[in-house]
């Protein structure tokens, strides 16, 4: 039995995700088609100006802007941020320093450390387990 091999296609709004862009701001016609694994990977590679522009001043998905903020998603929405936002616009809100960002970035700052705690008392735990 022969099994012929289909090249693997992602949709736009997952390549877009992957790439760290907002799709509503990619060309219509990366938007409107499929992106092959080829496709895909020659983007990364070699990204064409619009990708280029895209990464270096937006819009930005939340993900990106909760990043570029150091604060989680749910973060964003509760500082009532809950668009895509340009570079400009992220380092304005930096530059401003409003209550909620630094409230956020401190609980932010807490879940990493606990994050942290428990990562040490599991790698013990599974040390005295092994002795």
């Known amino acids: 039995m022969k099994s012929h091999q289909t090249a693997q296609t992602m949709k736009p709004a997952t390549a877009a995700k992957k ?16 992106v092959s694994r080829a496709e895909f990977n020659e983007l990364q590679a070699d990204p064409p100006a619009w990708l280029s522009e895209l990464r270096q001043n937006g819009p930005h998905p939340r993900p990106v802007v909760a990043a570029k903020l150091g604060v989680s998603i749910a973060g964003l929405a509760r500082g009532g941020v809950t668009e895509a936002l340009t570079t400009e616009q992220i380092e304005a809100i930096k530059s401003e320093l409003p209550e909620w ?22 790698a013990e735990r599974a040390e005295r387990q092994g002795s």
């Open 101 to 122: 960002l630094e409230k956020e970035r401190a609980t932010q700052a807490e879940v990493r450390k606990e994050t942290v705690r428990i990562k040490k008392r599991n």
């Open 19 to 34: 790439l760290g862009v907002y799709l509503p701001a990619t060309p219509a016609e990366f938007q409107e088609g499929v």
